[in-house]
Every structure is written in C-alpha cells, then in structure tokens.
C-alpha cells in the first residue's frame, strides 16, 4: 500500500495489522517530498453542503491550502471548530481517492486584513490574485504562462468586494484577474481558479 503524511512524503509499505479501530504498516520505502508549486484559495463560504462541495474539489485539484474569508459582504462566517473539522475530514478523504502527496490545508477562518498581516507578511515571494469582475481585469490565462510557483487567489461572496477592500489589494500588489464574461457563484469561481492552476503545472 501507499502511505503519506502532511508534510507531503510518500511511501510504500506493507500492511502488517489491521484491527477495529487502528492499522499498523511497515514502512519500505520513503519518497521525500518534491519541490511543487504551491497555490492557496482564500474564498468566501457559500451556503449549506455548497461549501463542502467546494473543499472536497480543491482538495482534488491539488490547491495546497483553503482559507475561509470573512470578507465584509460575506454571508457565512462560520463560528467554532464543528465545520473546521469537518473540512479536513473530507479533505483527508479527497486526498485518498485523488492520490494527492498531502492533504488540502484548512487554515482558521480569516478576514482580509488579517490574511494581508499573516499569509503575505510570511510568503513574501507569493503572487496575489483577487478575481474581478472588472473589465479591466486580467484574463487568468494570461498569468499561467509560465505558471507562478506560490500563488493566493482571493474570491470574494456573491455580493463582491467592497470598495475598501479593493484598495487594499490594490495597496498590497495584488493584481485583479477575470475568469469568464459571467458572473459566478463562489464555489464555481473557486473551483475554475484551481483547476487553471492545476492544469498548468507540469
């Protein structure tokens, strides 16, 4: 069988007890973990299972971490740790079925300002997206060739960012980018943006 941790080694192994409630393996060989390019959704939560939907196709697409956004029209702004922890169960599931190195990242929920302070003020060498509407904005698949290496891709609620908060990306460098001529839902715009940036890694 394969194995893998969260730092994201692989390894093969032999499955050498398996019980009611623990497994125990042994370990053969241990694949170290590869330098791969590594992309965050930061996204508003859409409504009811439309939000696990989304983490569970993240997870898929191979997006390194999600982090819930309390943007300033956000609807949901999930409380405590029942829905944190139900996210990293289906990510843990998702990354089983897609044979992924590691599981998707679930960070805590974060508003704009504090994502700006923690995310960027840490990955200095990350590029930032916030999707637009905008007609100005950037097509995507004009940013992928060549494919960033760290990517933070905003998506705003369905009611949009604020003025306010345009600013401050503005202010921060990140670069407005369009998906499509529509208007889409914000697990759809966030899946759309994974899969791009899936797709163009070799």
């Known amino acids: 069988m394969e194995v893998f941790d969260d730092e994201g080694r692989q390894a093969s192994a032999v499955l050498i007890h398996s019980g009611a409630s623990d497994a125990a393996v042994f370990v053969t ?14 996204a508003a939560v859409p409504k009811g299972e439309r939000a696990d939907w989304m983490v569970e196709k993240l997870s898929e697409l191979g997006a390194t971490a999600f982090i819930p956004l309390a943007a300033e029209r956000s609807v949901v702004v999930p409380q405590g740790s029942n829905k944190m922890d139900r996210w990293k169960r289906i990510a843990i599931e998702s990354a089983k079925q897609s044979r992924r190195a590691m599981p998707l990242r679930i960070e805590p929920l974060t508003t704009v300002d504090q994502l700006f302070a923690n995310q960027m003020g840490a990955n200095q060498s990350s590029v ?9 904005a950037t097509p995507v698949m004009q940013l992928l060739t060549p494919a960033p290496q760290r990517v933070l891709a905003m998506v705003g609620p369905e009611g949009g960012w604020t003025d306010g908060e345009m600013k401050a990306f503005e202010k921060a460098g990140f670069v407005p980018v369009k998906l499509t001529s529509t208007i889409l839902r914000v697990e ?3 899946i759309a943006i994974a899969a791009l940036m899936g797709s163009s890694q070799p």
């Open 128 to 136: 930032g997206w916030y999707l637009s509407t905008e007609p100005s």
């Open 188 to 190: 759809t715009a966030a």
């Open 29 to 42: 060989q241990i694949v170290e973990k590869q330098n791969a390019a590594e992309w965050t959704i930061a």
